[in-house]
């Protein structure tokens, strides 16, 4: 992934936690059942998991939580050292991103994110899922939650809706980061091996669950 988000991410780590909570009114339906969308990547995803984009560390919480081994990857140092804070000694956060990583050892089950895949390209996506493909045996999954569009009408229709809403932070946001439709994203899983099934939780955000076939 290009890195050019990790900057604001740098920034974000002090106020994320607020943020995801509801707190910020633009980004309160882009964060509606926060709590229930960490659960459900968590209990979907397969032991031991990738988790990509950690954040401060709340998908990884919940993973931990439902007893699954965890390998975390946060490209931003400061989001790092949050996540430190909040998780146990024994899961190490390392730098990486979505193309570019330490394998583990294990054989990976599954691979996870929340709120992070739309940082890259559609041709980033392409090759990211293509090079799980690989990692993945057969039945392994990759849970990502995301926002997603069911079109490009629906896409054109959110950003004005957020320009009439004044949520002009949103309306930049969905112009300047590479958000897409679920046809886009399903020509990639199955071009790569993947059976995907999508499940709405609120105007934005899917939760998209892959399995190797």
Known sequence: MGREFVELFNDWANYYDATVSGKDQEYAEVFRGYDDILKDV???????????????????????????KVYAIEPSKTMREKAAEKLPQTVSIEDGDFLSFSE????????????????????????AVAHYGKLLDKGGKIVFADTVFENDDAYRATIEQAKKHTFLNLANDLKTEYYTTIRVLTDIFEKHGFEVEYQRFNHFVWVMEATKQ
């Open 42 to 68: 968590a209990s979907k995803a397969l032991s031991p998991v990738v988790e990509f984009g950690v954040g401060t560390g709340n998908l990884t919480a919940e993973l931990l939580k439902q007893g699954k």
């Open 104 to 127: 583990p050892s294990d054989q990976v089950q599954s691979i996870v994110s929340t709120y992070a895949f739309h940082h890259l390209t559609d041709v980033e996506k392409e090759e």
